[in-house]
């Protein structure tokens, strides 16, 4: 009981001290130590079980391990389509051709291309950042809203959706013998809702600021906007289609890897046809770099916090009730699967935990795989964009240079409800249709 009272406790703080803007270097790993003493985990040395320090620096060092790279050359990408001008291009392009009005769905839009693309979804804020900044401004809407646009067209809809490439959609197959299409024709009507609905909230929320005073403040940290010929649009969009295609095509034999070589030939891409339109390019590298290891430094701390969590009896007995609700599978699997991603603010953390429980269970019972398959994966993507979640923070603090208390509650309508919704949807048409 200590051990759960703890854990809760712990992520309860966590939540909250984010949501206050506290250093997650320290919020997080207070928060994990008081995890750990109310489990009886051992802060250094124990005769059973890893201690606090080796469990926490695992999680924190293994996420550093596998991202940095791609956190880099992200970060670099969207830096030197900031200082060469090309996101610029891009934004004025757009905006005289589909005007104002528009501006939201292009950045919805160019995100979603990226994730269903292959791009990994931490990476698409960085490339997309620069072109919503500078459409947002000339739009003259309220910044805050940018993480919400970034995160709706990168983790709702297309992050979850039969044939993404993402992680959230390929962990299943290992489990459940399925395709990453398992049910496509269910998973298009709730893209499709889920996309119309969150557009239509996304549009509303931000004409209800609009009208209530509010618009783009400019920052000192922001991009110098200086008089100067900007690069044409096509080279902004083709070191973004190199990206793309990249990651697409070499997915499927170098998978997570693939990423690497793709931001790298997006990198290489910009410097070789926009060389002459750097105004700073050491400058560009070296807040480039700064960058990434803010961000990659923010979610590690969070991972860490998962680790530790994942370490203690309370978690381990709330995986074992989770995984044995009774009833319909698709229901207890769906229930399961989103608690477990909320409490590791991880939505691939809560399927690798989950599944390996719940998927030779409900399979036993006649559960039909690639019914499981979807629904695991649409619940993933729900309650595990909460305040801590490692890319909700990256993307609000470290990339776009929010306040949890400004740009939250817009991002959770759309990650949080909207994905709620799509659950109920998915579990609807198959239960009941």
Same mark, same amino acid.
């Given at each position: 009981m200590l051990s759960l009272l703890g854990l809760i406790g712990a992520l309860a703080l966590l939540i909250g001290l984010t949501l206050r803007g506290v250093n997650l270097f320290i919020a997080a790993p207070l928060c994990a130590l008081i995890v750990a003493l109310t489990s009886d985990i051992a802060i250094f040395n124990g005769t059973s079980g890893q201690p606090f320090v080796s469990l926490y620096m695992a999680g924190f060092a293994g996420f550093l391990q596998a991202w940095f790279l791609m956190f880099l050359l992200g970060s670099l990408f969207g830096k030197f389509m900031e200082d060469t001008g090309a996101a610029d291009a891009i934004a004025h392009y757009v905006i005289g051709k589909i005007g104002m009005k528009y501006a939201v769905l292009a950045v919805v839009l160019a995100c979603a291309l990226l994730t269903y693309g292959g791009v990994s979804v931490f990476i698409v804020a960085f490339s997309v950042y620069p072109m919503a900044l500078s459409l947002f401004k000339d739009a003259n809407l309220p910044r805050r809203f940018i993480p919400a646009v970034l995160a709706f067209g990168s983790v709702t809809f297309t992050m979850t959706s039969a044939g993404s490439p993402e992680i959230q959609n390929w962990i299943p197959i290992k489990y459940l013998g399925t395709s990453p299409y398992a049910a496509w024709q269910e998973?298009?009507?709730v893209a499709i809702f889920m996309a119309g609905l969150g557009y239509m909230l996304l549009s509303w929320m931000i004409r209800r600021a609009v009208a209530n005073g509010e618009c783009f403040v400019a920052r000192q940290d922001d991009p110098e906007q200086v008089q100067r010929r900007l690069p044409h649009p096509i080279t902004g969009l083709l070191p973004l289609l190199v990206v793309l295609i990249l990651s697409f095509t070499l997915h499927g034999a170098l998978q997570q890897n693939a990423l690497i070589v793709a931001l790298l030939g997006g990198v @290489? #891409?910009?410097?070789?046809?926009?060389?002459?339109h750097f105004?700073? =390019?050491s400058q560009a590298v070296n807040l480039g770099t700064t960058g990434a290891l803010v961000a990659i430094g923010n979610t590690a701390a969070v991972v860490g916090f998962g680790a530790v969590a994942k370490g203690t009896p309370a978690f381990n007995e709330a995986v074992a009730l989770m995984t044995s609700i009774p009833g319909n599978g698709l229901l207890g699997a769906a229930i399961a699967v989103s608690v477990i991603a909320a409490l590791t603010g991880s939505a691939s953390g809560g399927q690798a935990i989950a599944l390996p429980l719940v998927a030779p269970h409900y399979l036993d019972l006649g559960v039909d795989a690639n019914q499981?398959?979807?629904?695991?994966?649409?619940?993933?993507?729900?309650?595990?964009?909460?305040p801590h979640n490692g890319y909700v923070v990256t993307t609000v603090r470290a990339i776009c240079g929010e306040k949890h208390q400004d740009a939250y509650w817009p991002l959770?309508? @759309? #990650?949080?409800l909207v994905p709620l919704l799509g659950v109920g949807l998915i =579990?609807?048409?198959?239960i009941w249709f």
């Amino acid at each position: 009981m200590l051990s759960l009272l703890g854990l809760i406790g712990a992520l309860a703080l966590l939540i909250g001290l984010t949501l206050r803007g506290v250093n997650l270097f320290i919020a997080a790993p207070l928060c994990a130590l008081i995890v750990a003493l109310t489990s009886d985990i051992a802060i250094f040395n124990g005769t059973s079980g890893q201690p606090f320090v080796s469990l926490y620096m695992a999680g924190f060092a293994g996420f550093l391990q596998a991202w940095f790279l791609m956190f880099l050359l992200g970060s670099l990408f969207g830096k030197f389509m900031e200082d060469t001008g090309a996101a610029d291009a891009i934004a004025h392009y757009v905006i005289g051709k589909i005007g104002m009005k528009y501006a939201v769905l292009a950045v919805v839009l160019a995100c979603a291309l990226l994730t269903y693309g292959g791009v990994s979804v931490f990476i698409v804020a960085f490339s997309v950042y620069p072109m919503a900044l500078s459409l947002f401004k000339d739009a003259n809407l309220p910044r805050r809203f940018i993480p919400a646009v970034l995160a709706f067209g990168s983790v709702t809809f297309t992050m979850t959706s039969a044939g993404s490439p993402e992680i959230q959609n390929w962990i299943p197959i290992k489990y459940l013998g399925t395709s990453p299409y398992a049910a496509w024709q269910e998973s298009l009507v709730v893209a499709i809702f889920m996309a119309g609905l969150g557009y239509m909230l996304l549009s509303w929320m931000i004409r209800r600021a609009v009208a209530n005073g509010e618009c783009f403040v400019a920052r000192q940290d922001d991009p110098e906007q200086v008089q100067r010929r900007l690069p044409h649009p096509i080279t902004g969009l083709l070191p973004l289609l190199v990206v793309l295609i990249l990651s697409f095509t070499l997915h499927g034999a170098l998978q997570q890897n693939a990423l690497i070589v793709a931001l790298l030939g997006g990198v @290489l #891409t910009i410097l070789a046809i926009n060389f002459k339109h750097f105004r700073n =390019l050491s400058q560009a590298v070296n807040l480039g770099t700064t960058g990434a290891l803010v961000a990659i430094g923010n979610t590690a701390a969070v991972v860490g916090f998962g680790a530790v969590a994942k370490g203690t009896p309370a978690f381990n007995e709330a995986v074992a009730l989770m995984t044995s609700i009774p009833g319909n599978g698709l229901l207890g699997a769906a229930i399961a699967v989103s608690v477990i991603a909320a409490l590791t603010g991880s939505a691939s953390g809560g399927q690798a935990i989950a599944l390996p429980l719940v998927a030779p269970h409900y399979l036993d019972l006649g559960v039909d795989a690639n019914q499981l398959h979807r629904v695991v994966a649409i619940s993933s993507g729900a309650l595990d964009t909460l305040p801590h979640n490692g890319y909700v923070v990256t993307t609000v603090r470290a990339i776009c240079g929010e306040k949890h208390q400004d740009a939250y509650w817009p991002l959770a309508v @759309l #990650t949080v409800l909207v994905p709620l919704l799509g659950v109920g949807l998915i =579990l609807g048409l198959f239960i009941w249709f």
